[in-house]
């Protein structure tokens, strides 16, 4: 079956403007992460949706950032009036909810260059 | 607020010997997983070896063994018969009972041939 799916896989945008990271979990997943990873560094939490949960927004840097999951299923992550500090991989996850053992499987990832 | 520290940024270790990869985490909770993911250059995470922290046994993956030790707080990789394969990023990460999953800053491990 297909994997998360994230689109697109390299943005490049200019200062202040808007950008949508787009995430495709895998079906049946309720469970979707959020991560940045700047260059050589590790993944940075940024927010987590569990089925119809209030989502754990704790990791979101500022209030530029937002993020929603329609239907339970694909999820954007908006970043508002960006910052040359923004740029960084964006990494989403799935996994199935319920449980703490199963493992999140990860797209590719949107690398976004803000000039 | 859970941590997860790995304190070796870089690791090289030479083809077909053992290399073991260092992560502490801190926490107040009794009911969590450890995990081991990899991620080579393509920046796919790959799952290595997961642990539940009640279970006292030490989770193994062919090649791929954790040393978890629950009081110290500890949870080491050991990768045996190394490969050039294996050479990648490895991040250590935690997962609380509210299913948040929080990952070490990681360690790039080289394999000589």
């Known amino acids: 079956g297909a994997g998360v799916s994230q689109s697109p896989s390299n943005k490049v945008t200019e200062k202040g403007k808007d950008v949508e990271l787009r995430c495709d979990p895998i079906?049946?997943?309720?469970?979707l992460y959020w991560y940045r990873q700047s260059l050589g560094q590790g993944l940075e939490f940024l927010i987590y949706?569990?089925?119809?949960?209030?989502?754990?927004k704790s990791g979101l840097p500022s209030d530029r950032f937002s993020a929603e999951r329609t239907g339970g299923s694909v999820s954007t992550l908006t970043i508002q009036r960006t910052q040359q500090e923004d740029s960084a991989v964006y990494l989403c996850?799935?996994?199935?909810?319920?449980?703490?053992?199963?493992?999140?499987?990860f797209g590719n990832g949107t690398r976004l260059t803000v000039t | 607020a859970q941590t997860v520290t790995q304190s070796q940024p870089e690791m090289s270790v030479q083809e077909a010997e053992t290399v073991t990869l260092s992560c502490t985490y801190d926490?107040?909770?009794?009911?969590?997983?450890l995990f081991w993911y990899k991620q080579p250059p393509s920046r796919q995470m790959i799952l290595v070896i997961r642990?539940?922290?009640?279970?006292?046994q030490n989770a193994t993956e062919n090649r791929f063994s954790v040393n978890f030790q629950k009081a110290a707080k500890s949870f080491s990789l050991k990768i045996s018969d190394s490969q050039l394969g294996d050479a990648a990023m490895y991040f250590c990460?935690?997962?609380?009972?509210?299913?948040?999953?929080?990952f070490g800053q990681g360690t790039e491990l080289s394999v000589k041939p």
């Open positions: 990460a935690y997962r609380s009972a509210n299913l948040k999953l929080i």
């Open positions: 949706f569990q089925g119809n949960s209030a989502p754990d």
């Open positions: 079906s049946g997943h309720t469970a």
């Open positions: 642990q539940e922290a009640y279970k006292q």
């Open positions: 926490t107040s909770e009794s009911d969590y997983y």
């Open positions: 996850a799935s996994s199935l909810g319920g449980t703490g053992r199963s493992p999140l499987h």
